[in-house]
């Protein structure tokens, strides 16, 4: 969610594999029929690599604004082993808020393990799950 966590191993991927982030990005262009992240930040453009994820959450919430939709409230779910996740929730929240320019109190963030089941529980991966709901002022023609 736009924090650094220390830890032994590293995220593989195009841009900076926030996977809390990218899985907000995909919530919020669900919410407005906005296709998904790969349409918008295609994994084989060059552009996007090593992009920070923050500034594709401030391109969303952008295209968000211009369709008239505003975000009522985001909840994501961090799905790992290691590492723990408590102790950063908050920071994430504040992260998330002042990319979105929207109250803290509009977004929850909460971890989950597999139980050390399948490949995230032998940790050999993250994953994550975001909810979306917008309100829409206007509809676009």
Known sequence: ??????FEKKIKAHSDGDVAIHAVIDSLLGAVAEGDIGDHFPPNDPKWEGCDSKEMLRIVNHLLTKKGASIVNLDVTIICEKPKISK??????????????????????KATTTEKLGFLGRGEGIAAESVASV???FVEE
């Open 1 to 6: 969610c736009g924090i650094d966590i220390a």
């Open 88 to 109: 950063f929730k908050d920071k994430m929240r504040d992260s998330l808020a002042e990319t979105l320019t929207i109250s803290k109190s509009r977004i929850n963030v």
């Open 135 to 137: 309100k829409i002022s």
